[in-house]
């Protein structure tokens, strides 16, 4: 009913940037927010970042300042601009929405809503 698509992930060097995007299609009828979370090697996933569809947003502390998140609710997608990058933000990207589809003839809200992930390298 839904898809999430991510893309921008690859391999930078330490300070450097990297810009993700993750589209949302398929019988949506409301997108409420939008989150970026991910997972390192051995770690649990985490939330770096989440957007409402009014604009409001929160970060993890490691990212503040040096993460930016955005949204175009005409488009449905929502980017994640990502700059002075640490070996440590090395993860897969996983780009999550809160939103309405069509089921059928019904309307579900649902949260679980995922992309299939991006994979982020922060390396020399």
């Known amino acids: 009913q839904v898809q999430l698509v991510e893309s921008g992930g690859g391999l930078v060097q330490p300070g450097g940037s990297l810009r993700l995007s993750c589209a949302a299609s398929?019988?949506?009828?409301?997108?409420?927010?939008m989150g970026w979370y991910r997972q390192a090697p051995g770690k649990q996933r985490e939330l770096v970042a989440h957007?409402?569809?009014?604009?409001?947003?929160n970060y993890v502390d490691s990212v503040k300042g040096r993460f930016t998140i955005s949204i175009d609710n005409a488009k449905n997608t929502v980017y994640l601009q990502m700059n002075s990058l640490k070996p440590e933000d090395t993860a897969v990207y996983y780009c999550?929405?809160?939103?309405?589809?069509?089921?059928?003839?019904?309307?579900?809200?649902?949260?679980?809503?995922w992309g299939q992930g991006t994979l982020v390298t922060v390396s020399a």
């Open positions: 999550n929405a809160d939103l309405t589809v069509v089921v059928g003839t019904v309307q579900v809200r649902t949260i679980d809503a």
């Open positions: 398929g019988s949506i009828v409301s997108i409420y927010s």
């Open positions: 957007i409402t569809n009014g604009g409001r947003t």
